[in-house]
């Protein structure tokens, strides 16, 4: 059989198959669309039908059927059982799909009577409870019509093919409609999942936030109960956390928080706090977390970081306030200025390592030395940060540069500076003065012990070194300031044999009046004890120091060092001891409990499990514990 009929613009005839049915098409004649219609099938051989029969036939079909009785009426009935109380009853099948209340008196529950399942006990002219009787039913199909869409699904490809040779042509789905489809698709997943991702982050950062807000509010709380001349550094430690966590955000606001949260650490705590051994480390934890707020050119566009230095000529708008890490860095530097000539030679090292890291060794040479030291000790300590520059980069120009400097100066300049000597020695300057005499036999001089032990070491002659600094001197720390740099410029075996005669040294002072170590020392040798995995040296170290919030600091940043010396260890809190007794707690207890805590939420990643074990330490540290779980979320999100 096939399909007949006239195009309805040109009446243009067509014969075309079944299966073509209710498509859409191009007319070849007039290029009119058209639709296909469907067949009209009348068999060859059906008797014609005259008007009297089609009457009667259309009579009987519209014919009632007999109304049934009342009686057969009741006796048709639905089984109803209640959801509620699983009571059953019967109800009229005329009631069926209406609403009742169940019979039983206890329940009284409103239910519907249910529909019939056997269609064929229900009467036709029964009026239907789901719509009106001759409502149309969308999955409704009747019989004798094709159905386009189910039509086309069975429709071969070679079939549509070879509907060409008809001359008709039908219509493919447009490419940009395709293109459109599919992109659409695309971004809808694009989105689906950015949302999730966002879901996540905002989540996770959200939780963070608090835990570093509760830090803080918690310490406020419980502050009263510390020691009065240590207050000031526990909120310093608070402050210096939750700027670095701010910063680690990387938003303009969070930059915004990190700025405030490290001015509060310098000016409203520490300028306030005595100058103690603890004071100064603390100074020097926040010196370092300072030079996060740098970025490159691209961050500072876009306010996520800061600017290194001053840029000259720079135009600002009025009251606008311009932030480097220059100027953020010497305000704490600067307050550090008074601190033991040791404590700022080792922090001035560690401030070059870390500038150096970053591609800033001028804005070391620049700020430390005129920042961290008096006038008198500047030549000597540009030379020592020249000399850590090269010791991370020989092939760096600013060694050089710096030794051309301090050469310019005259011998009267440079007399008597130790590291001046060893730089001129180290990179041979042309010209250079003799600053330092080299060493003699017998008792060595201190500028000479210094200046050739830090020469021995940048040449490797490790020995040497090491025997030169044992060398006996007018005073035990000379000894052990030159050990002090054998220990940290030393690899392995030779940095243990230098911690091990450093020890001698200081326990020889114990009970000495007239050769007492310094401190700041013997706290340098706990934290490279640590550092080196040595904690059961560290704690002989710290328990020498007879202060005992110098003696807490040095255990809980020996115990920090180690940590950070095996970062896919977990970390144990005993490995931070801390006092019953609120009076006793130190900030160093909270400074190793916070690494604690951050190294093994950084490991686990469980912020639930982890929050658990840090609620259950003594109150005053556990601030510094949430502290360190919300840095620690972030460490296993960062590289």
Same mark, same amino acid.
């Given at each position: ?15 075309? *198959?079944?299966?073509?049915?209710? *498509?859409?098409a191009t007319c070849k004649n007039c290029r009119g669309k058209i639709v296909i219609p469907n067949p009209v099938t009348i068999p060859d051989d059906a008797p014609a039908l005259d008007a009297a029969a089609a009457e009667a036939a259309a009579l009987a079909a519209l014919a009632d059927d007999p109304v049934p009785t009342a009686a057969e009426q009741a006796a048709r009935i639905i089984d109803v059982e209640c959801q509620y109380c699983n009571f059953k009853w019967t109800e009229p099948i005329a009631r069926a799909g209406k609403n009742t209340v169940c019979k039983n008196p206890e329940c009284k529950q409103r239910i519907k009577i249910p529909e019939p399942k056997d269609e064929g006990q229900y009467d036709w002219r029964q009026t239907r409870t789901k719509g009106p009787s001759l409502a149309k039913k969308n999955n409704e199909k009747l019989e004798g019509v094709v159905d386009a869409a189910a039509d086309a699904k069975i429709v071969s490809g070679t079939a549509l093919k070879e509907a060409d040779a008809t001359g008709i042509e039908l219509d493919p789905r447009p490419l940009k409609q395709k293109v459109t489809f599919v992109l659409l698709a695309l971004a ?205 980069? *020989?092939?760096?120009?600013?060694? =050089?540069?710096? !030794? ?15 590291? !001046? ?29 210094? !200046? ?51 020890? =001698? ?67 144990? !809190? ?9 009076? *006793? ?55």
């Amino acid at each position: 059989m096939a399909i007949e009929f006239d195009c309805p613009h040109c009446q243009h005839h067509y014969r075309l *198959k079944d299966e073509l049915a209710g *498509k859409s098409a191009t007319c070849k004649n007039c290029r009119g669309k058209i639709v296909i219609p469907n067949p009209v099938t009348i068999p060859d051989d059906a008797p014609a039908l005259d008007a009297a029969a089609a009457e009667a036939a259309a009579l009987a079909a519209l014919a009632d059927d007999p109304v049934p009785t009342a009686a057969e009426q009741a006796a048709r009935i639905i089984d109803v059982e209640c959801q509620y109380c699983n009571f059953k009853w019967t109800e009229p099948i005329a009631r069926a799909g209406k609403n009742t209340v169940c019979k039983n008196p206890e329940c009284k529950q409103r239910i519907k009577i249910p529909e019939p399942k056997d269609e064929g006990q229900y009467d036709w002219r029964q009026t239907r409870t789901k719509g009106p009787s001759l409502a149309k039913k969308n999955n409704e199909k009747l019989e004798g019509v094709v159905d386009a869409a189910a039509d086309a699904k069975i429709v071969s490809g070679t079939a549509l093919k070879e509907a060409d040779a008809t001359g008709i042509e039908l219509d493919p789905r447009p490419l940009k409609q395709k293109v459109t489809f599919v992109l659409l698709a695309l971004a809808l997943v694009a989105c689906v999942g950015f949302g999730i991702r966002y879901l996540i982050t905002s989540s996770t950062s959200s939780k963070e936030d608090r835990l570093i807000a509760e830090a803080q509010d918690e310490l406020v709380k419980s502050a009263e109960s510390l020691p009065k001349d240590e207050r000031p550094l526990f909120h310093a430690i608070i402050h210096t956390a939750a700027g670095e966590h701010a910063l680690r955000h990387d938003g303009k606001d969070k930059l915004k928080a990190a700025l405030e949260q490290f001015a509060k650490a310098r000016d409203e705590y520490l300028r306030k706090s005595p100058a103690t051994a603890a004071r100064n480390a603390v100074g020097a934890e926040l010196a370092v977390a300072t030079l996060g707020l740098g970025g490159t050119d691209a961050e500072v566009s876009e306010q996520k970081r800061v600017r290194w230095t001053p840029e000259p000529n720079m135009k600002v708008r009025p009251n606008e306030r311009v932030f480097t890490v220059y100027e953020e860095l010497q305000k704490t530097l600067l307050v550090l200025q008074g601190a033991d000539p040791d404590f700022r030679a080792a922090l001035a090292r560690r401030l070059t390592r870390e500038l150096a890291k970053r591609g800033q060794t001028a804005l070391a040479v620049d700020l430390i030395p005129l920042a961290l030291f008096p006038p008198t000790e500047y030549v000597d300590a540009k030379a020592l940060v020249a000399l850590e520059v090269y010791r991370g980069d *020989k092939g760096s120009p600013v060694p =050089a540069a710096v !030794a051309d400097d301090l050469t310019g100066r005259g011998a009267d300049a440079v007399r008597g500076a130790a590291f !001046a000597q060893t730089l001129f020695s180290t990179l041979k300057t042309p010209k250079a003065p003799l600053a330092v005499a080299p060493p003699g036999g017998g008792a060595v001089l201190e500028n000479t012990r210094m !200046a050739y032990t830090a020469l021995y070491l940048m040449e490797e002659k490790w020995d040497d070194a090491l025997k030169l600094a044992q060398r006996a001197g007018s005073a035990p720390d000379q000894q052990l300031r030159a050990l002090a740099l054998c220990a940290e410029w030393s690899p392995g075996p030779n940095a243990e044999a230098a911690l091990t005669a450093a020890f =001698a040294v200081v326990s020889a002072t114990k009970g000495r009046k007239d050769a007492v170590a310094s401190p700041h020392l013997v706290v340098r040798f706990a934290q490279l004890a640590g550092a080196g995995g040595k904690p059961d040296l560290a704690k002989q170290f710290a328990q020498s120091l007879p202060d005992e919030g110098t003696r807490a600091w040095a255990l809980g940043d020996s115990a920090a060092l180690r940590i950070q010396g095996a970062p896919k260890e977990k970390a144990s !809190a005993d490995m931070v001891e801390v006092p019953d007794d609120s009076s *006793k707690v130190r900030v160093g207890h909270a400074w190793g409990r916070l690494w604690v805590a951050r190294q093994n939420t950084k490991l686990s990643g469980d912020r639930s499990g982890e929050l658990k074990d840090v609620n259950s330490w003594p109150t005053p540290v556990v601030p510094f514990g949430k502290a360190g779980i919300a840095l620690g979320l972030q460490d296993k999100d960062r590289p």
